[in-house]
């Protein structure tokens, strides 16, 4: 008998061994399946990478031109360092934003945009604060600007100087505060012009304000009547003795600015301060409750004198406000004035009356004898 276990079939090696590579084959054929997507995205990154790598290495890449506009006190150059933005900077990394964050923190730059243009063009554009002035405080150096800031003055702001005036005296508050809200009503030129202002005390005020013209003039106005200086010019040019001051006076009834030329107080007669009275005795008083100052026409050598050797007052209107003659020169010589008082003869007749004020109310209208104040 043949004995069964000598006829059982022996596996063939050769057959297993391509059976398990088969199995391998597709085995590394599903892996790499799975993971074509991944590689497919990560030789697209790559790519993306080598690309821009080779753009910011180009210098198309970078900025072409930064256009600054709006700046006047400060210089283009200045505005654009403190942007922090280079012609070596990356265009579209320029975050629009952030440059005008920096450029807010200057305190003489009030508002900024910057925009991304066409060719690589960054575009600033600022709005200044307006400087009427430096002052000290406290031995710093100090820019004022028209809204009553201030801020400290640095060597980017040193070209400003040149162009505002120095400013003593107004430390309070509120003069602070009434001195800017004045200057806010004078014109850029007008605020250039100015050498200094200083707080000038004209014994009926302690709060005069003294502008010296870098024309070298002198000019006293209030808070309320500064604003005059924007004629200073023209009535600068048409004053008879230029070594004289002017002093302004808020406008009339009729909007009309006025202005008069006077001695300065500096070479003024100190006398005893004589005040305005009425025809009952009673001070008149000027429209900020003062008590009405008299004032005496004047040149460098003393005051003028009528017949009868009294001095001639100046009159003034229903405010408290000086009337000047803008003749009075040639009034005086003539001898319209040796009454003490203007007194034109009529053309017509030898009688004379006695001119008005330019607000209509007769010279004598105030008590000419006044009241001294011992």
Not at 31 to 36: G, R
Not at 57 to 85: C, K
Not at 288 to 310: C, F, I, M, T
Request: glycine share 6%; hydrophobic share 30%; proline share 3%.
């Amino acid at each position: 008998m043949v004995d069964p276990k000598k006829n059982t079939m022996q596996p063939d090696e050769t057959s297993v061994d391509s059976l398990f590579q088969e199995r391998a084959v597709n085995r590394d054929n599903e892996e790499f399946a799975k993971a074509k997507p991944i590689l497919f995205r990560a030789a697209l990154v790559l790519a993306l990478f080598l690309l821009g790598l080779l753009y910011f290495l180009n210098p198309v890449s970078r900025v072409e031109v930064i256009a600054v506009r709006g700046a006047d006190f400060l210089s283009r150059d200045y505005v654009s360092t403190l942007s922090g933005v280079t012609e070596k900077s990356i265009y579209y990394f320029v975050i629009p934003k952030q440059v005008e964050s920096r450029l807010l923190s200057d305190p003489v730059i009030e508002t900024a945009s910057v925009k991304l243009e066409t060719n690589n063009l960054v575009s600033i554009t600022i709005t200044e604060k307006e400087p009427i002035g430096y002052r000290y405080n406290e031995d710093k150096p100090m820019l004022v600007f028209s809204d009553g800031s201030t801020c400290e003055l640095k060597s980017e702001y040193m070209s400003i100087l040149s162009r505002v005036p120095y400013i003593s005296g107004f430390t309070e508050e509120q003069q602070n505060h009434l001195l800017t809200q004045a200057f806010q009503k004078l014109d850029r030129s007008t605020i250039e012009s100015m050498a200094e202002v200083n707080q000038y005390d004209l014994g009926y005020t302690d709060e005069a304000i003294e502008v010296l013209m870098r024309t070298g003039g002198y000019f006293f106005a209030d808070y309320y009547s500064l604003s005059t200086l924007n004629s200073y010019e023209e009535i600068y040019q048409n004053m008879k003795d230029q070594s004289r001051c002017l002093y302004a006076y808020e406008a009339d009834s009729d909007g009309n600015q006025v202005a008069v030329e006077r001695a300065c107080p500096w070479n003024e007669t100190v006398t005893e301060r004589e005040y305005w009275t009425d025809s009952d005795g009673n001070y008149i008083y000027d429209k900020w409750g003062d008590k009405a100052v008299k004032h005496y026409y004047q040149s460098s050598d003393g005051y003028y004198l009528d017949a009868s050797g009294n001095k001639i007052v100046i009159p003034i209107d229903e405010n408290g406000n000086d009337v000047e003659d803008p003749d009075f020169l040639d009034h005086y010589l003539a001898g319209y004035y040796d009454s003490g008082t203007l007194v034109i003869p009529d053309e017509n007749s030898t009688s004379s009356e006695e001119s008005t004020d330019s607000s209509g109310t007769s010279s004598d209208s105030a008590d000419s004898s006044g009241d001294t104040n011992g």
